[in-house]
């Protein structure tokens, strides 16, 4: 399943499928980015990060990508299992400092048995 | 403990009352940061920290809130007279370093308030 256009708030993808969520980040200057997920009543998780002078980051299962060209930022999950259900934000580092983190609104992630 | 850790986990308090929030962070982290974070919404930047000195508090809402870090260590989040739309998760995150951006912010599980 993916999340199309710059942002959809919701994604239900089936078990076992590689889920895309997207993300448009606001500030061509920042230099920063990283993802994370947040399961309901429990603080935001961290994922997966990447710098500015990065493409594409792997991890366990997932792999961030990052076109700052068009300003756009992914993570893919790949096989998602039912624990991978949550809400999934993109954070850009806020610039002028080189610490404030700005979320986008996140999206939902629901996997179907 | 290996993660931050924020008490209470819920508070419930009377408009006017004043409130107190507690974040431990990683042992050994440098950063520290409170963020607010709305019903639906992605965390909102309060205030940093860097050791014992506030380096940023442009997030905070109005006076009525107040942070502190007094050993470097522990924080506290105070916020006086409260008001209905002080209703929120309030979210604490330390990081390792001082080194900007590298290091990522690693959160605590929040302290739900809810403001009657």
């Not at chain 1, 199309?4 to 089936?14: D, N």
């Not at chain 1, 993570?75 to 400092?97: K, M």
Request: some cysteine; overall charge neutral; glycine content about 8%.
């Amino acid at each position: 399943g993916e999340s199309v256009g710059l942002h959809l708030p919701t994604l239900s993808v089936q078990e076992g499928d590689n889920s895309i969520i997207n993300c448009a980040y606001s500030n061509s200057a920042s230099d920063y980015f990283i993802w994370y997920k947040q399961e309901s009543g429990k603080g935001p998780q961290f994922i997966i990060d990447i710098r500015s002078n990065m493409d594409k980051r792997q991890g366990q299962r997932v792999t961030v990508l990052l076109n700052k060209t068009v300003k756009h930022l992914s993570l893919q999950i790949a096989a998602t299992q039912p624990g991978d259900s949550a809400v999934y934000f993109c954070a850009e580092n806020f610039l002028p400092s080189d610490y404030k983190l700005s979320f986008g609104a996140g999206t939902t992630v629901t996997v179907r048995a | 403990g290996a993660g931050v850790s924020q008490s209470p986990r819920y508070k419930v308090a009377k408009r006017g009352q004043d409130v107190a929030l507690r974040c431990d962070p990683i042992s050994g982290h440098v950063s520290l940061f409170w963020y607010q974070q709305a019903l639906g919404q992605g965390p909102e930047f309060l205030t940093y920290f860097q050791n014992e000195a506030q380096l940023d508090k442009s997030g905070l809402p109005s006076d009525r809130f107040f942070a502190e870090r007094p050993e470097g260590s522990v924080s506290t989040l105070k916020i006086q007279r409260t008001q209905q739309e002080d209703s929120a998760v309030y979210l604490c995150a330390s990081s390792q370093t001082d080194r900007g951006p590298d290091q990522p912010q690693h959160f605590g599980d929040g302290t739900r308030l809810s403001i009657l």
